[in-house]
């Protein structure tokens, strides 16, 4: 059974910047895609950004070119840094961990966006 914990929400001033953090617990070494996804109230859920075990990424165009995503040396964790936030960034974000052939989520980590 593989745990997915995020973590690093919190209050965000619109036009700075938000740093997240999920890792997949315990230590595995071949997770595949890990990916993150959120959620606004009224809305569906939808992607923000993947990334490979190669490290290729993948991105929302809501949030291409102000978005980064990045794994850690073990390959399980993953960091979303997302610059010049707006009031839209506004969500729950999820992560997600594809491992031995499941996908396993986090419990999300709520980030705001407000002055």
């Known amino acids: 059974q593989v ?7 919190g209050l965000v001033q619109p036009g700075g ?15 595949g895609l890990m990916s993150w996804y959120r959620q606004s109230p009224g809305k569906s859920r939808e992607f923000v950004s993947s990334v490979t075990n190669a490290l290729i990424p993948t991105y929302a165009d809501s949030v291409k070119g102000r978005a980064a ?6 390959g399980n964790t993953v960091y ?7 009031s839209e ?5 999820f992560c ?4 031995m052939e499941r996908t396993y989520w986090g419990q999300g980590t709520q980030v705001n966006v407000s002055s």
């Not at 910047?17 to 997770?31: F, H, R």
């Open 89 to 93: 960034d506004t969500a729950i974000y």
């Open 69 to 74: 995503i990045s794994r850690g040396d073990r």
């Open 17 to 31: 910047s938000l740093s997240l953090s999920c890792t997949a617990s315990p230590t595995v070494y071949n997770v």
């Open 80 to 86: 979303l840094q997302m610059n010049s936030v707006k």
């Open 96 to 99: 997600s961990a594809y491992y």
């Open 3 to 9: 745990r997915v914990v995020e973590s690093g929400g």
